[in-house]
């Protein structure tokens, strides 16, 4: 598609819930990564793709955060029962291997857990 | 602690004069960047400056980079309302890691 696409773009939700958040990179991107932004915060790491490499997961702040890559595309992150403190933008970027021209970002994901 | 820090936090100018925000980091980089934030959402890329690189320009945007000093600059000359928004600037982390790495931001304002 011509940009990285989220969805939704806002989801509430129970606190103890489980949600899954999806992205849809710029084709030909196989670099991709998410980064949550708590409110008025910078971005926070969660999770990077490359290609069929094993995934960098070094940023996933509990054993409650997954994402997978199916296909070397689409990507989806799982929150496994939430709390409020899960409450933030959930941002997906894709890039070019190199990263040179940089990272297209979506529009996020807002999550509220209520 | 962030490897990448604006300064100031907050920054408040009339249309037409120009904005200045820096970014200082801790370690060594290959490359740095700069994104916008519009709205608390997307984020927009805007420049990315390489490690053996002091100058780039785009526009109206004038990023410098010093890695003596482990800092950066964006400058964006006669400002206009629209450039409100929040500023990033994004580092890797030099030989380790493939993500970059955000600061906290600056939050500028262009009054009309």
């Known amino acids: 598609g011509a940009g990285v696409s989220q969805s939704p773009s806002n989801k509430v939700t129970e606190k103890g819930k489980d949600v899954e958040l999806r992205c849809d990179p710029i084709?030909?991107?196989?670099?991709l990564y998410w980064y949550r932004q708590s409110l008025g915060q910078g971005l926070e790491f969660l999770i990077y793709?490359?290609?069929?490499?094993?995934?960098?997961k070094s940023g996933l702040p509990s054993d409650r955060f997954s994402a997978e890559r199916t296909g070397g595309s689409v990507s989806t992150l799982t929150i496994q029962r939430t709390q409020q403190e899960d409450s933030a933008v959930y941002l997906c970027?894709?890039?070019?291997?190199?990263?040179?021209?940089?990272?297209?970002f979506g529009s996020g994901t807002r999550l509220t857990v209520v | 602690s962030q490897q990448g820090e604006e300064d100031p936090q907050a920054l408040s100018i009339q249309e037409g004069e120009n904005a200045t925000m820096n970014c200082s980091y801790k370690?060594?980089?290959?490359?740095l960047q700069w994104y916008r934030q519009n709205s608390g959402r997307g984020l927009v890329h805007l420049i990315l400056?390489?490690?053996?690189?002091r100058e780039k320009h785009s526009g109206r945007l004038r990023v410098t980079l010093d890695t003596s000093k482990k800092s950066s600059s964006l400058l964006i000359t006669a400002s206009r309302a629209a450039d409100t928004a929040s500023y990033f600037c994004?580092?890797?982390?030099?030989?380790?890691?493939?993500?970059?790495?955000f600061g906290p931001g600056t939050r500028l304002s262009v009054l009309p």
């Open positions: 994004a580092t890797d982390k030099g030989a380790g890691g493939q993500n970059f790495v």
């Open positions: 400056i390489r490690s053996n690189e």
């Open positions: 370690t060594s980089i290959n490359n």
């Open positions: 970027a894709s890039s070019f291997p190199d990263r040179v021209r940089g990272y297209t």
């Open positions: 793709f490359q290609g069929n490499s094993a995934p960098d």
């Open positions: 084709s030909g991107h196989t670099a």
